[in-house]
């Protein structure tokens, strides 16, 4: 059985975010037959601009490349000032229009109950990209207040089966969406 490739694109560029520690544990959790791969390029974007769409910059091909590759998307993003990140935003806005991005299935994993307007503003961004958002495969657990690294994410029993969880259950519905095509 061919695996299931996955992109993982964290909102926050803060070292030591506990959406980054959330992805990266999702990639050492990954069940057989996925392969995550956490996406650490967006600091070097630059700011979105179309005039450059005939000629992208590197790092934005390189994106695009990344995106077309993954058979789905896992993304996890903060709140600021009660929406997504600039940061966050300038990279999904690169991806606006392009061949690579629609249709394609998303997880949101979110840090945070308090995260709700993010979440929403996300979401709407995500849907007019076209995306495909698989809400079963999606989930949210309480990071800030538990202060969890990586390793501690990936060593709590009731944490790493909530994320085990979801990530079979993504792959299965990619699966599923891949057969119906």
């Known amino acids: 059985m061919t695996p299931i490739r996955l992109l993982a694109l964290s909102g926050s560029l803060r070292a030591g975010s506990s959406n980054t520690s959330l992805l990266e544990a999702a990639c050492r959790l990954a069940p057989r037959g996925l392969q995550i791969e956490l996406y650490r390029g967006m600091a070097d974007l630059p700011h979105f601009n179309p005039d450059l769409e005939n000629d992208l910059p590197q790092g934005i091909v390189d994106l695009h490349a990344r995106i077309g590759a993954a058979d789905g998307l896992l993304i996890s993003c903060p709140e600021?000032?009660?929406?997504?990140?600039?940061s966050f935003k300038n990279m999904l806005d690169w991806l606006v229009g392009s061949s690579t991005f629609p249709g394609k299935p998303v997880a949101l994993f979110n840090t945070s109950p308090r995260a709700s307007e993010a979440q929403a503003a996300l979401r709407l961004v995500l849907q007019t990209m076209s995306a495909h958002i698989v809400d079963q495969a999606s989930l949210s657990v309480d990071l800030l207040s538990r202060r969890m690294d990586t390793t501690a994410i990936a060593a709590?029993?009731?944490m790493s089966s909530t994320i085990?969880?979801?990530l079979g259950c993504f792959a299965d519905c990619i699966r599923l969406m891949q057969q119906d095509a």
Not at 80 to 86: E, L, M, N, S, T
Request: hydrophobic share 40%.
């Open 80 to 86: 600021y000032a009660r929406g997504i990140p600039g």
């Open 156 to 158: 709590d029993p009731a």
């Open 164 to 166: 085990v969880q979801a």
